[in-house]
T-cell receptor, first 115, second 116 residues
Framework: AQSVAQPEDQVNVAEGNPLTVKCTYS??????LFWYVQYPNRGLQFLLK??????LVKGSYGFEAEFNKSQTSFHLKKPSALVSDSALYFC?????????????FGTGTQLKVEL | DAGVTQSPTHLIKTRGQQVTLRCSPKSGHDTVSWYQQALGQGPQFIFQ???????QRGNFPDRFSGHQFPNYSSELNVNALLLGDSALYLCASSLGELRLAGNTIYFGEGSWLTVV
């Protein structure tokens, strides 16, 4: 069964500093990987995805993520954090073989960006 | 371009009652799935509909059922509500056949269900 781990419940960073939100995954084959962001009392917004190809994926709002197959990781990064980036971030994996919409999510990481 | 829309946004039900949640997928999308997000947790996959049929199902009891209409919209029904069913219910949509698993999945704002 596929699974995702987000080892940090919360990440604190000062505005203007780089940020990293960690994610590791476990799947039987090659994964599709996604990052979503959730603002308070809202739904999930798509940030970026890794399907194949370049291990560095660029997404919305200046976010990027690095796929590392040997470490089974897909960490979310941003060179310079903004206070408005404060939100709940979810990493998710999708079964490449089965297709469909079944995403398996991590437990989420709360990002807090302070002035 | 309308995104995924869900209704109602909030509702309160009593234990034992039944609830129906509704979802319209993003324009052009034909595949709809439903997720349950309990407070402080990540979303959990309930099931997916494509061509008006349930194609995949997560680890949820038969009290959870759904339907997809010819216009691709969908309903989630939950019978015999329990206190533990209180959660945010998210609808998600994407385009394409099941094999196009690389397609982006877009989520709605969700329906907050409180069971008292």
């Amino acid at each position: 069964a596929q699974s995702v781990a987000q080892p940090e419940d919360q990440v604190n960073v000062a505005e203007g500093n780089p940020l990293t939100v960690k994610c590791t995954y476990s799947v039987s084959g090659n994964p599709y990987l996604f990052w979503y962001v959730q603002y308070p009392n809202r739904g999930l917004q798509f940030l970026l995805k890794y399907i194949t190809g370049d291990n560095l994926v660029k997404g919305s709002y200046g976010f990027e993520a690095e796929f590392n197959k040997s470490q089974t990781s897909f960490h979310l990064k941003k060179p310079s954090a903004l206070v408005s980036d404060s939100a709940l971030y979810f990493c998710a994996v999708r079964d490449r073989g089965g297709g469909g919409n079944k995403l398996t999510f991590g437990t989420g990481t709360q990002l807090k960006v302070e002035l | 371009d309308a995104g995924v829309t869900q209704s109602p946004t909030h509702l309160i039900k009593t234990r034992g009652q039944q609830v129906t949640l509704r979802c319209s997928p993003k324009s052009g999308h034909d595949t709809v799935s439903w997720y349950q997000q309990a407070l402080g947790q990540g979303p959990q996959f309930i099931f997916q509909y494509y061509e008006e049929e349930e194609r995949q199902r997560g680890n949820f009891p038969d009290r959870f059922s759904g339907h997809q209409f010819p216009n691709y919209s969908s309903e989630l029904n939950v019978n015999a509500l329990l206190l533990g069913d209180s959660a945010l219910y998210l609808c998600a949509s994407s385009l394409g056949e099941l094999r196009l698993a690389g397609n982006t999945i877009y989520f709605g704002e969700g329906s907050w269900l409180t069971v008292v």
